[in-house]
């Protein structure tokens, strides 16, 4: 059977989220027997046409040219491409760059699962017009697409209240790691003597809320900040922010070294706020942070009562001032946010659960 991967950067992963589910997921199903194919950009670092047995096309996305908007030209010569080619399934990550494609291209006879992601729309960075086209490119996709996949309770919830559709419930995926105490000694810091944050740099990530609760609790450990800083909102924080125990390391792409921070962080801040069930908070989880995490339905779904959670800076403050008494509860929180890693989001489970799915709509 042949399935086809669309909506990201290409694999192997060298950028973020949908990207390293794409790697996970294709080579799981090619393990599994299936005929897989991942669409790339035409700059991927990667050069050749596979990758541990899944092919790879690579197709033109002027970014570097226009920005942003060159995902709509990417996706959509992706899609035009792939639906020439009859794959049985074609998964597309993500909607706000291809759903103006499904109206364009002729795709009735085509079966597109569409990974509906978070509430874009949301997002503090954008314009009231640009959220507002961002809405009806999330109905064209619920609409269009043959099926949808959500990865977090709360956006299958969403999707059924808004426009009356179903979707199947698949998260990402994660699996246990075993942090290194030797690697964290690149970043000059002792283990559980800091807390660390790692996430894209934007506002809806409650990045600014978390600081200015750590800021004001006056905790002498220092704060690490992971995430690409030179934007104009990290060059605002670097500004607020300076001389007040706070480190901006920029970005960090050795898992290992990601993992190793995340395990001997004195607690992890998870500020996401905008949807979906976050793979950054499963890699903490993995990792066994002790979490503190913005209060909402899509962190509380994944964490359930394993994390500590506030919705502004006075809690946070708070919630560092009483560190000790808050961290008797640290380890049972930690032993079963790992069964759930290995019981729930495993890649393992993941990648069974999109076997299945391949199997319900192909029938």
Not at 1 to 23: D, H, S, V, W
Not at 111 to 118: E, H, K, L, R
Not at 160 to 179: M, R, T
């Amino acid at each position: 059977m042949k399935i086809a991967i669309l909506g990201t950067r290409g694999i192997p992963n060298n950028y973020g989220g949908f990207e390293q589910c794409a790697e996970h997921l294709s080579v799981g199903l090619v393990e599994n027997g299936y005929d897989v194919t991942v669409y790339s950009v035409g700059n991927h670092p990667y050069n050749k046409n596979q990758f541990k047995g899944v092919n790879i096309i690579k197709k033109w996305c002027p970014e570097n040219k226009i920005g942003s908007a060159a995902h709509f030209i990417y996706d959509f010569i992706c899609l035009r491409d792939a639906l020439r080619k009859n794959f049985d399934v074609i998964f597309e990550f993500g909607y706000q760059s291809v759903a103006i494609s499904f109206m364009l291209l002729s795709i009735k006879d085509s079966i597109i699962v569409t990974n509906m992601d978070g509430l874009e729309w949301k997002r503090a960075k954008w314009s009231p017009f640009v959220k507002k086209i961002t809405k009806w490119f999330e109905r064209i996709a619920a609409k269009k697409s043959t099926f949808l996949i959500s990865d977090n309770q709360g956006i299958q919830d969403y999707l059924k209240h808004k426009y009356n559709v179903e979707s199947n419930l698949i998260s990402y995926g994660a699996d246990e790691v075993f942090p290194d105490q030797t690697l964290i000694k690149y970043y000059d810091v002792e283990p559980f003597s800091y807390f660390l944050l790692i996430a894209r740099l934007e506002p809806e990530n409650n990045i600014e809320l978390i600081l200015d609760g750590y800021v004001n609790s006056k905790i002498d450990f220092p704060f690490i900040v992971v995430g690409n800083h030179t934007t104009p909102y990290g060059d605002f924080l670097k500004d607020k922010y300076r001389n007040k125990g706070i480190i901006f390391l920029g970005g960090i792409f050795n898992k290992e070294h990601l993992d190793s921070l995340r395990g001997f962080a004195k607690c992890y801040f998870h500020g996401h706020s905008v949807g979906g069930t976050n793979p950054a908070l499963l890699e903490a989880m993995a990792a066994k942070s002790f979490i503190f995490a913005h209060d909402n339905v899509f962190n509380r779904d994944v964490l359930e009562h394993n994390a500590f959670f506030f919705n502004n800076a006075k809690e946070i403050k708070e919630m560092l001032l009483n560190f000790n008494n808050l961290a008797v509860k640290k380890d049972e929180m930690l032993d079963n946010n790992i069964k759930k890693i290995r019981n729930k989001y495993s890649h393992k489970n993941i990648t069974k659960q999109y076997i299945d799915l391949i199997k319900a709509v192909t029938l």
